[in-house]
Protein backbone atom coordinates (compact mmCIF):
# COMPACT_ATOMS: atom_id res chain seq x y z
CA UNK A 1 0.00 0.00 0.00
CA UNK A 2 2.94 2.44 0.83
CA UNK A 3 4.69 2.06 -2.54
CA UNK A 4 1.03 2.56 -4.15
CA UNK A 5 0.63 5.80 -2.53
CA UNK A 6 4.14 6.37 -3.10
CA UNK A 7 4.40 5.77 -7.01
CA UNK A 8 0.82 7.39 -7.15
CA UNK A 9 2.50 10.55 -5.79
CA UNK A 10 5.26 10.58 -8.19
CA UNK A 11 2.41 10.01 -11.35
CA UNK A 12 0.54 12.48 -9.60
CA UNK A 13 3.76 15.07 -9.79
CA UNK A 14 5.10 14.06 -12.90
CA UNK A 15 1.97 15.28 -14.54
CA UNK A 16 1.60 18.09 -12.90
CA UNK A 17 5.08 19.07 -14.31
CA UNK A 18 3.99 17.53 -17.77
CA UNK A 19 0.85 20.16 -17.49
CA UNK A 20 3.28 22.79 -16.76
CA UNK A 21 5.57 21.88 -20.17
CA UNK A 22 1.84 22.46 -21.54
CA UNK A 23 1.13 25.54 -20.26
CA UNK A 24 4.55 26.81 -21.42
CA UNK A 25 3.97 25.81 -24.86
CA UNK A 26 0.38 27.63 -25.31
CA UNK A 27 2.27 30.96 -23.45
CA UNK A 28 5.03 29.85 -26.29
CA UNK A 29 2.61 29.85 -28.81
CA UNK A 30 0.64 33.02 -27.90
CA UNK A 31 3.78 34.92 -27.45
CA UNK A 32 4.59 33.91 -31.27
CA UNK A 33 1.15 34.51 -32.13
CA UNK A 34 1.33 38.31 -30.59
CA UNK A 35 4.79 38.54 -31.81
CA UNK A 36 4.33 37.60 -35.59
CA UNK A 37 1.50 40.01 -35.85
CA UNK A 38 3.74 42.97 -34.87
CA UNK A 39 6.54 40.93 -37.11
CA UNK A 40 8.34 39.45 -34.70
CA UNK A 41 7.15 35.49 -34.17
CA UNK A 42 9.53 33.77 -31.94
CA UNK A 43 11.60 31.72 -34.03
CA UNK A 44 11.49 28.02 -33.33
CA UNK A 45 8.46 28.01 -32.13
CA UNK A 46 6.83 24.88 -34.07
CA UNK A 47 10.01 23.20 -32.77
CA UNK A 48 9.91 23.67 -29.19
CA UNK A 49 6.09 22.90 -29.31
CA UNK A 50 6.73 19.79 -31.17
CA UNK A 51 9.23 19.40 -28.18
CA UNK A 52 6.57 20.51 -25.38
CA UNK A 53 4.04 18.41 -26.63
CA UNK A 54 5.64 15.36 -26.59
CA UNK A 55 6.74 15.93 -23.34
CA UNK A 56 3.80 16.48 -21.90
CA UNK A 57 1.97 13.76 -23.15
CA UNK A 58 3.93 11.10 -21.73
CA UNK A 59 4.08 12.88 -18.83
CA UNK A 60 0.11 12.31 -18.40
CA UNK A 61 0.13 8.52 -19.20
CA UNK A 62 1.11 7.07 -15.98
CA UNK A 63 -0.73 9.39 -14.22
CA UNK A 64 -3.75 8.02 -16.27
CA UNK A 65 -2.69 4.71 -16.24
CA UNK A 66 -3.28 4.65 -11.98
CA UNK A 67 -6.19 6.39 -11.77
CA UNK A 68 -7.70 4.27 -15.06
CA UNK A 69 -8.88 7.36 -16.70
CA UNK A 70 -7.32 5.89 -20.20
CA UNK A 71 -10.33 5.91 -22.39
CA UNK A 72 -12.04 2.63 -22.32
CA UNK A 73 -14.95 0.86 -24.61
CA UNK A 74 -17.86 0.80 -21.75
CA UNK A 75 -19.95 -1.20 -24.34
CA UNK A 76 -17.67 -4.51 -23.52
CA UNK A 77 -17.95 -4.00 -20.20
CA UNK A 78 -21.40 -2.40 -19.40
CA UNK A 79 -23.40 -5.69 -18.49
CA UNK A 80 -20.11 -7.57 -17.25
CA UNK A 81 -19.98 -8.64 -13.51
CA UNK A 82 -17.01 -7.14 -11.25
CA UNK A 83 -15.02 -10.04 -12.44
CA UNK A 84 -15.20 -9.89 -15.86
CA UNK A 85 -14.56 -6.32 -15.73
CA UNK A 86 -11.62 -6.33 -14.08
CA UNK A 87 -10.70 -9.31 -16.86
CA UNK A 88 -11.15 -7.01 -19.54
CA UNK A 89 -9.09 -4.65 -17.07
CA UNK A 90 -6.38 -7.12 -16.48
CA UNK A 91 -5.76 -7.49 -20.54
CA UNK A 92 -5.17 -3.49 -21.12
CA UNK A 93 -3.30 -3.21 -17.90
CA UNK A 94 -1.20 -6.34 -19.51
CA UNK A 95 -1.15 -3.98 -22.76
CA UNK A 96 -0.09 -0.84 -21.22
CA UNK A 97 2.91 -2.91 -19.44
CA UNK A 98 3.84 -4.49 -22.73
CA UNK A 99 3.48 -0.58 -25.07
CA UNK A 100 5.35 1.00 -21.82
CA UNK A 101 8.17 -1.99 -22.11
CA UNK A 102 8.34 -1.48 -26.05
CA UNK A 103 8.88 2.20 -26.03
CA UNK A 104 11.06 2.33 -23.12
CA UNK A 105 13.32 0.09 -25.07
CA UNK A 106 13.16 1.84 -28.52
CA UNK A 107 12.93 4.92 -27.12
CA UNK A 108 16.36 4.20 -25.00
CA UNK A 109 17.57 2.80 -28.05
CA UNK A 110 16.72 6.09 -30.12
CA UNK A 111 18.30 8.54 -27.22
CA UNK A 112 21.65 6.48 -27.96
CA UNK A 113 21.04 7.09 -32.17
CA UNK A 114 20.50 10.97 -31.84
CA UNK A 115 23.18 11.36 -28.88
CA UNK A 116 25.79 9.51 -31.06
CA UNK A 117 25.20 11.09 -34.76
CA UNK A 118 24.14 14.94 -32.86
CA UNK A 119 20.92 15.40 -34.36
CA UNK A 120 19.54 18.72 -33.61
CA UNK A 121 16.69 21.03 -34.39
CA UNK A 122 16.58 22.65 -37.75
CA UNK A 123 16.10 26.79 -36.94
CA UNK A 124 17.38 26.87 -32.84
CA UNK A 125 19.87 24.04 -33.57
CA UNK A 126 18.66 21.95 -29.66
CA UNK A 127 19.96 18.54 -29.30
CA UNK A 128 17.52 16.16 -29.61
CA UNK A 129 18.74 13.69 -27.32
CA UNK A 130 17.81 15.40 -23.81
CA UNK A 131 14.41 15.62 -24.76
CA UNK A 132 14.48 11.70 -24.51
CA UNK A 133 15.00 11.69 -20.65
CA UNK A 134 12.17 12.57 -19.86
CA UNK A 135 9.99 10.54 -21.92
CA UNK A 136 11.59 7.80 -20.42
CA UNK A 137 11.29 8.74 -16.96
CA UNK A 138 7.24 8.79 -18.10
CA UNK A 139 7.70 5.58 -19.80
CA UNK A 140 8.85 3.67 -16.62
CA UNK A 141 6.59 5.50 -14.23
CA UNK A 142 3.83 4.15 -16.95
CA UNK A 143 5.19 0.67 -16.54
CA UNK A 144 5.36 0.59 -13.25
CA UNK A 145 1.66 2.19 -12.83
CA UNK A 146 0.89 -0.57 -15.00
CA UNK A 147 2.34 -3.23 -13.02
CA UNK A 148 0.34 -1.73 -9.99
CA UNK A 149 -3.27 -2.00 -12.09
CA UNK A 150 -2.45 -5.57 -12.89
CA UNK A 151 -1.95 -6.69 -9.69
CA UNK A 152 -4.76 -4.83 -8.50
CA UNK A 153 -6.90 -6.52 -11.41
CA UNK A 154 -5.36 -10.12 -11.20
CA UNK A 155 -6.82 -10.34 -7.62
CA UNK A 156 -10.10 -8.85 -8.14
CA UNK A 157 -10.43 -11.32 -11.35
CA UNK A 158 -9.20 -14.01 -8.59
CA UNK A 159 -12.50 -12.59 -6.78
CA UNK A 160 -10.59 -11.09 -4.06
CA UNK A 161 -12.53 -8.08 -2.97
CA UNK A 162 -10.12 -5.89 -1.14
CA UNK A 163 -7.37 -5.86 -4.54
Given at each position: MRLRRALAAAAEIWAILGGLVLAGVVGLNLASILGGLLGHP????FELTEIGTAIAVFAFLPWCQL???NVTADVFTMGASRI???RMSLTGSLAALTVAGVLLWRMSLGLGDQR???????ILQIPLWPCFLPVLVSLALLALAAVATLTEDAATARGRRNA
Open positions: VPGDTRAWSAAYGYTTA
